[in-house]
């Protein structure tokens, strides 16, 4: 398979980079300055500036994009609404590394993790900004888009154990009752999603097992 990714030089996409190549894909990546991402081609473009050129002849498509400060939140919207807008009409799926604070606590679907009276003030903006760009893929049936997210606790650092529960729109616990996953077993979930392509359309959640 062939895969792009873009806002490659970040953490997370770095991870899919490196699973990716390790199951034989042909790997992309786009980012901004020097190729800091590992992908044996790379050109330096900020994701604003791709072009439907750009991304033409990719089975997927990852979406990498972070934004950290309250000023930046917006573009988490406009990004991914970009490249939606490059990717409309193709058969090329659009993968987007998502959030956890949107995840829905109860069956009603009307709570979501960052309502909680213990969901830290800091992030809040960030959960808010992720969650409406979620909200603005939700309206578009001219993409193959799939949204995945990370359980709450989403761990730079944490092990490759290789095993994962795959889960739907509300927040899952795993047997031990974490809700957790380290960046390198999310990776694992990312590129096996690409391979099966069964989400289309559709948020879908990674615990660790």
Not at 98 to 103: I, M, V
Not at 146 to 157: K, L, N, R
Request: one cysteine or more; hydrophobic letters at 40%; a negative charge.
């Amino acid at each position: 398979m062939k895969i792009a990714v873009v806002a490659a030089n970040g953490r997370v996409a770095q991870k899919v980079v490196k699973e990716a190549q390790d199951r034989g894909f042909e790997v992309v990546g786009f980012g901004r300055g020097e190729n800091k991402s590992g992908a044996a081609t790379y050109t330096s473009k900020d994701i604003m500036e791709l072009t439907k050129d750009d991304l033409a002849g990719f089975d997927a498509v990852v979406d990498g994009f972070g934004a950290w400060t309250d000023e930046e939140q917006p573009m988490h919207i406009k990004t991914s609404q970009h490249l939606c807008d490059l990717l409309s009409g193709t058969d090329t799926r659009l993968l987007i590394v998502g959030g956890a604070g949107s995840l829905y606590v109860n069956a009603e679907h009307t709570a979501c993790v960052s309502d909680g009276a213990d969901f830290p003030e800091v992030f809040k903006p960030l959960a808010s900004a992720m969650a409406k760009a979620l909200g603005e893929l939700r309206q578009r049936n001219d993409v193959k888009w799939t949204y995945i997210s990370p359980a709450g606790d989403f761990q730079a650092d944490g092990e490759r154990s290789g095993k994962y529960i795959l889960a739907g729109e509300e927040l899952t616990l795993n047997a031990k009752g974490e809700s957790i996953i380290s960046y390198a077993d999310y990776a694992i979930a990312m590129v096996d999603e690409i391979e099966k392509g069964d989400h289309i359309g559709q948020r879908i959640s990674v615990v660790r097992e």
